[in-house]
């Protein structure tokens, strides 16, 4: 009998202890490892919203960055964009708004690239096209490179056809178009101008000129047509 209860006590004890163990998280006395303990899903170099605020031991690194989630580089470290030309917040959200954005890229004809540097950007887009793009579109442009031309994915334009910009190519390497997904994740926000850059600067040499060179134009005929016939 004394067995039994002894058992039953042990048993109730042992209950007692693992229900507890189980039990409300809030509250706790101490934990060593609040990032584990509380696990909060964040994007990287995300802004935590009140991390951790409802809790004793905040992690001093984010209190220390005002919530920040992600720490700055180290020194010497390549930063992700050192450019500084992109927003993720311009991002289209839906169709109306990647149309609108598609519409409105075909009138920028300029980079924002330092234009000092123009040389070196398109060098290094066509170093980036050849690795990234001419699968497809070929390293002349025309859309027949080698998976093209081996049957299994057809469809992609031959540059020349097409009335593009330099802000309509980056567009379409950061937002994607038709069966092309976006290359954002392989290439970073200035690549991706460089490499349009140098697609407009390799296959549309021969392009109409922007709005604004076209005007002038227009108006220099008169005078071209008046020489003429002088």
């Known amino acids: 009998m004394k067995k039994n209860v002894l058992k039953i006590t042990a048993i109730l004890g042992l209950t007692t202890v693992l229900l507890n163990s189980c039990g409300p998280k809030e509250n706790v006395p101490l934990v060593y490892f609040p990032d584990m303990y509380f696990p909060v899903a964040y994007d990287p170099l995300m802004k935590a919203q009140d991390a951790y605020s409802d809790h004793e031991n905040e992690i001093p690194a984010f209190v220390k960055n005002n919530g920040a989630t992600g720490l700055t580089p180290v020194e010497g470290s390549v930063p992700q964009n050192k450019d500084g030309i992109f ?126 060179a076209t005007a002038a134009t227009t108006e220099a005929k008169p005078e071209t047509t008046t020489e003429t016939k002088k």
């Open 87 to 212: 927003e993720e917040g311009l991002l289209p959200k839906n169709v109306d708004e990647y149309n609108a954005g598609y519409d409105a890229s075909k009138n920028i004809t300029t980079s924002p690239l330092n234009p000092a540097n123009a040389e070196k950007d398109i060098e290094r887009g066509k170093m980036l096209f050849d690795k990234t793009c001419a699968a497809c579109h070929g390293t002349g442009g025309d859309g027949q490179g080698p998976i093209v031309q081996s049957g299994a994915f057809s469809g992609v334009p031959n540059y020349a056809d097409r009335e593009i910009t330099v802000g309509s190519v980056h567009y379409v390497l950061t937002n994607g178009r038709n069966a092309m997904g976006s290359y954002a994740g392989q290439l970073n926000a200035g690549d991706r101008w460089r490499v349009a850059m140098y697609v407009m600067s390799a296959f549309k040499k021969g392009a109409a000129a922007p709005a604004a």
